[in-house]
């Protein structure tokens, strides 16, 4: 089955430390997206990328980094410049970067700050 | 700048009862319009879009949403509730030349028995 997957599920993250979440897509996409959503706020756009090794900040990337080497991978890091990094965070693909596409998302992977 | 106004951060509606979930959008030209459905800890899916063509769009478990433009309104309804309706919906718009999706706060719906 075709689809976007996302692991972990569930991340713990320690004050200081970096960690990576990943995003992977057999639907042979080019375009792939990092979005965080918080109560009330609906979903913002943090990175994109529009085609393998390359990709541009969205609304919200301060603390964060991505790389686009695979067309099938865009993994998140979340790093420690991040002060409040708690929250749901969507991966989503499109067959491509024209604005009538649909974008199809992974099942999240909550992040959570001990 | 664009922007997506959900009416009503919750929805509460009996089994059966018709569903309205309202959607407003600011754009200066007709946007790409989508609602997408989200069940608890999962991704969005897709219920439905408007691109250009007939004002009316039905998308997929009974749910249709019409385009007004003199409104600047795509509201969603399904004529009758099922309790496995009850999620969050979200409204979400693309400026036509643009690339970027911006997403309303999100409304949930519950359904009563």
């Known amino acids: 089955d075709g689809g976007i997957t996302q692991s972990p599920k569930y991340l713990f993250r320690k004050e200081g430390q970096n960690v990576t979440l990943s995003c992977e897509q057999n639907?042979?996409?080019?375009?792939m997206y990092w979005y965080r959503q918080d109560p009330g706020q609906g979903l913002r756009l943090i990175y994109y990328?529009?085609?393998?090794?390359?990709?541009q900040k969205g609304d919200i990337a301060e603390g964060y980094s991505v790389s686009r080497e695979k067309k099938e991978s865009f993994p998140l890091t979340v790093t420690s410049a991040q002060k409040n990094p708690t929250a749901f965070y969507l991966c989503?693909?499109?067959?491509?970067?024209?604005?009538?596409?649909?974008?199809?998302f992974g099942p999240g992977t909550r992040l959570l700050v001990l | 700048a664009q922007s997506v106004t959900q009416l009503g951060s919750h929805v509460s509606v009996s089994e059966g009862a018709l569903v309205l979930l309202r959607c407003n959008y600011s754009?200066?030209?007709?946007?790409?319009l989508f609602w997408y459905v989200q069940y608890p800890n999962q991704g969005l899916q897709l219920l439905l879009k408007?691109?250009?063509?007939?004002?009316l769009v039905k998308g997929i478990n009974g749910f249709e949403a019409e385009f007004k433009k003199s409104e600047t309104s795509f509201h969603l309804t399904k004529p009758s509730a099922h309790m496995s309706d009850a999620a969050e919906y979200f409204c979400?718009?693309?400026?036509?030349?643009?690339?970027?999706?911006?997403f309303g706060a999100g409304t949930r719906l519950f359904v009563k028995a």
């Open positions: 989503a693909s499109s067959a491509t970067s024209a604005n009538q596409e649909t974008q199809y």
């Open positions: 639907l042979n996409h080019d375009a």
């Open positions: 408007y691109t250009t063509g007939a004002t």
């Open positions: 990328s529009q085609i393998v090794n390359d990709f």
């Open positions: 979400a718009v693309i400026h036509t030349g643009g690339f970027k999706t911006i």
């Open positions: 754009s200066s030209v007709p946007p790409y």
